[in-house]
């Protein structure tokens, strides 16, 4: 079955800026709704921003004004461009998406939930 697999993850300073990508791969041929979500040691998965199949966005409070979520559908990918990075915003970023699969030539008839690998947002100086 096809994969999420995130990229651009890395190490920041205060202030600076990262973009993430989460592209599908395999067999995957449409992303719906796609979400990314972030996880600091210690604490619990968290939503950061979410994007519809219609393009409705919505944002955590803490990162509202400085996160932003698209997505492009001919690539398949969603991304998540964040500026004005703080110390608190590190962590690993996961994506999450509703995709369709084809297999064996015949799109799915329902849409799958997948998680991407994660990647790493560290924002240090």
């Known amino acids: 079955q096809g994969q999420l697999v995130e990229s651009g993850g890395g190490l920041v300073q205060p202030g600076g800026s990262l973009r993430l990508s989460c592209a599908a791969s395999?067999?995957?041929?449409?992303?719906?709704?796609a979400g990314w979500y972030r996880q600091a040691p210690g604490t619990q998965r968290d939503l950061v921003a979410a994007?519809?199949?219609?393009?409705?966005?919505t944002y955590a409070d803490s990162v509202k004004g400085r996160f932003t979520i698209s997505r492009d559908g001919a690539k398949n990918t969603a991304y998540l461009q964040m500026n004005n990075l703080k110390p608190e915003d590190t962590a690993v970023y996961y994506c999450?998406?509703?995709?369709?699969?084809?297999?064996?030539?015949?799109?799915?008839?329902?849409?799958?939930?997948?998680w991407g690998q994660g990647t790493r947002v560290t924002v240090s100086s």
């Open positions: 994007i519809t199949n219609n393009g409705t966005t």
């Open positions: 999450n998406a509703a995709v369709l699969d084809v297999i064996g030539g015949i799109v799915s008839s329902s849409f799958r939930e997948v």
């Open positions: 395999g067999d995957i041929i449409h992303l719906a709704r």
